[in-house]
């Protein structure tokens, strides 16, 4: 939100008051409290009539520093609050040296001067400044409106440049950018963002740090916007609560947020293969579905997952769970000839039970739906007619809901796409008494743990998986999330993961698309290009709205390149899935822009339409008809995964390729462990192994390559020597075959 009229005046109605001076700090061992004037105190009298803020500054974790700044102190605090289940106390030291008092945490510390005009100085182990707070940035401000606002502001150091923010289908780089944390069913084409994450990564040519405002509800940024050398942000309340996380890589960053706010599970090796939906609005039973499953077993396109969209519910009954008995009159059986296949089973569901449904009048006699200020139960007509909203702030809800789930768990359901979750009203009473404001972004975290906790109950650890739309901050602890409704166009494409790399600097590990795009029916170009795109991707599934997205409804062609590079990720699954089980581990995503593996590259630091796809393979989607493409690589031999061509980096490069290829590269001197299983994704990986030995990197030297088992424990280790010569020897364990070395997956 904007305050100022340029550099000098106050928007019209806007009244600020900015921590100037110190009055006094309070200093314990592990964290101190200072008390600061919003003027210039110079005589006794100055001390009245005035406010003062109140400045923690603590540390829940190593190398995090947290600020909670309050004005007026006696405001009940409704909740909800972001679960921080990484925090810990007495994390911090503090130390006083005249007017100067520090409190160091780890890689970080935060530096005041208490003779000084207010700065909080953030600095890293060797005392170089790494952020700041200045003459502005601590303060709340009222407006016309009598609203009460606390804004922050962090200085923007030359060449900084800020990502993250959520799943942001904006401009990669945030600089310049207004963004407001408002949860938002607007498609993949707006400003709007399903996933509002309010944690930002900052990178410049001296290093990286984050910042996470620890605020549920709308948090309004203006980055660079208004003040273009400060990041502020702001939030209508009392007290605002902001952590600045140290790096000194991207990488460390992302690894110290998570650590906080929660690692992804690691999510079961079967939901990496190809999944395929009915579609939306398609017509669609049994047969149907039969239809499709020999289709592509007869083309030789190996799948994982079948998934069920909104129709298996009876229309003006979602959701109600039960499946349509016109359509699906046997649905237990039906479900059983799939998993006969070899397939996995998942069905739609959302949080809103419309009034048609029988569990409407359930949920409403037991008091489970949200209720308005008069005690009505909150109802509208948009979705579903007639629908309410489950109460997942009452436990005895989250139970009710979860034993409607587990019936179709019982039936033979393995996993669940847990849609909606973004339009929840503000003018409702919580079960619990939670704030609406704060509760409009947070309600989604609610909901997918929920359907989370069920599924790792039922299923097991590790085999739990969902298909997600929404999110808020700690929402990568429960995968898979998707990136909504697009277009079928390469320009949608191309928005779709500007989307996921925002996304993944956000914290989450794991990310999905339509492939094809939603909305429309994609030109058959664009449908080839999206498949190798979806399926170099973290999870990888077919769906569309008002058409279907079987690969031969866009010729023969189609069908070869959905067999090519689904055998093709089969293939990487010993490597790939040692990438999951990083993120799962260190918060590091599956699939990450640029920036996190070359931090030093100014090229790298705003590449939008490229990625790593775990540490050492670069794919470069095409988004052309013509299959023209433009792309970077970093300093290095790096060698095309497919030919096994060597190019020399760093490099642009601007190439033509078929339906058949996209620009996809080894890393220098990287060893890929690669399956000889195409069929599935949950294959055996360790019979007839065999490693790509990259060029490039060290002239000679030992590479330790692991290769994970199904649970992400370690199966089978391999030392890979390079002599002088170019020579390449691989010991293996002791019972294990020595993999064949090769050049390229042909």
Not at 268 to 277: D, E, I, M, V
Request: aromatic share 12%; proline share 6%.
């Amino acid at each position: 939100m904007k305050f100022t009229d340029g550099f000098w005046l106050m928007r019209d109605g806007v009244d600020a008051s900015y921590a100037t001076e110190v009055r006094d700090v309070r200093a314990g061992d592990d964290r101190f409290t200072a008390f600061a004037a919003v003027k210039r105190v110079e005589r006794r009298g100055d001390t009245l009539n005035a406010p003062l803020l109140t400045v923690d500054c603590f540390s829940p974790a190593e190398g995090v520093i947290g600020v909670t700044v309050t004005h007026l102190a006696g405001r009940k605090h409704r909740g909800p609050d972001f679960a921080l289940p990484g925090a810990d106390t007495g994390v911090g030291r503090v130390r006083r040296d005249g007017d100067v008092v520090e409190l160091t945490s780890g890689a970080l510390g935060v530096r005041l001067d208490t003779g000084a005009p207010w700065t909080l100085s953030f600095r890293d182990p060797e005392g170089r400044e790494v952020a700041s707070v200045g003459r502005k940035g601590t303060a709340f401000l009222t407006t016309g409106d009598g609203a009460h606002h606390m804004a922050g502001q962090l200085s923007l150091g030359v060449g900084e440049q800020v990502y993250g923010l959520g799943e942001r289908f904006t401009p990669f780089v945030k600089n310049g950018q207004v963004v407001d944390m408002w949860q938002a069913d607007g498609g993949t084409s707006s400003e709007q963002a399903y996933k509002n994450i309010p944690f930002s990564l900052h990178v410049s040519p001296t290093g990286a740090y984050g910042v996470f405002v620890d605020h549920p509800g709308r948090v309004s940024y203006e980055i660079g916007s208004e003040s273009v050398g400060q990041m502020q942000f702001s939030v209508e309340d009392q007290t605002l609560t902001y952590y600045v996380v140290a790096g000194p890589e991207p990488k460390d960053v992302l690894r110290r947020y998570t650590a906080l706010t929660g690692r992804p599970a690691l999510p079961p090796a079967w939901s990496f293969g190809l999944w395929l939906t009915t579609s939306f609005t398609t017509q669609y039973d049994e047969a149907t579905v039969t239809k499709f499953v020999d289709g592509m077993a007869e083309r030789d396109i190996p799948l994982s997952v079948f998934h069920f969209d909104c129709f298996w519910m009876r229309e003006y009954q979602w959701s109600d769970f039960a499946w349509d008995p016109d359509v699906f009159p046997d649905p237990v059986g039906m479900l059983a000839r799939l998993k006969e296949r070899g397939l996995k089973i998942s069905v739609w569901i959302n949080p809103y039970i419309a009034q048609k449904s029988a569990l409407f009048d359930e949920a409403a006699q037991l008091g489970y739906l949200v209720r308005t200020a008069e005690g009505d139960i909150w109802q509208w007509d948009l979705w579903q007619a007639g629908m309410g909203l489950v109460d997942f702030t009452n436990p005895d809800a989250c139970a009710w809901f979860q034993a409607k789930l587990k019936v179709l768990l019982d039936q033979g359901v393995d996993c669940f796409k847990t849609d909606f979750g973004e339009r929840i009203p503000t003018d409702v009473v919580w079960h619990d008494g939670s704030d609406p404001e704060r509760m409009h972004n947070y309600y989604t975290h609610l909901y997918n743990k929920v359907v989370f906790d069920l599924l790792e109950k039922e299923r097991g650890s590790g085999e739990a998986v969902l298909f997600a739309r929404s999110a808020a901050a700690g929402g990568q602890q429960f995968p898979v999330h998707w990136g909504g409704d697009c277009w079928s166009s390469f320009g949608a494409m191309a928005e779709s993961l500007r989307g996921g790399l925002s996304l993944s600097l956000s914290g989450f590990g794991f990310w999905s698309h339509d492939i094809g795009g939603f909305e429309g029916t994609p030109d058959p170009a664009v449908f080839k290009r999206w498949l190798q795109f979806g399926l170099l991707s973290s999870h990888s599934r077919l769906h569309g709205s008002s058409s279907y997205r079987v690969p031969w409804e866009f010729g023969d062609e189609a069908v070869d390149v959905a067999r090519q590079f689904t055998e093709l990720k089969h293939r990487l699954m010993p490597y790939l899935y040692g990438a999951a089980v990083e993120a799962h581990r260190t918060g590091v995503p599956l699939m990450r822009p640029m920036l996190l593996d070359f931090p030093g590259d100014p090229t790298a630091r705003v590449l939008d339409r490229q990625y790593m796809l775990g540490p050492d393979l670069l794919v470069a989607p095409v988004f052309s008809a013509d299959g023209d493409v433009e792309y970077y690589l970093p300093e290095g031999t790096w060698t095309h995964l497919l030919t096994g061509e060597q190019v020399q980096g760093p490099a642009w490069r601007s190439e033509r390729h078929g339906f058949d290829s996209l620009p996809v590269y080894v890393r220098p001197g990287a060893v890929l462990p690669l399956g000889a299983d195409t069929s599935r994704p949950d294959g055996d990986w360790l019979t007839d192994l065999s490693l790509l030995v990259a060029p490039g990197g060290a002239e000679h030297g030992t590479v330790t390559v692991s290769v994970p088992d199904h649970q992400g424990r370690e199966a089978a280790t391999y030392e890979v020597v390079r002599d002088a010569a170019g020579a390449v020897t691989v010991t293996a364990p002791q019972g294990r075959d020595v993999p064949s070395v090769v050049r390229s997956v042909q």
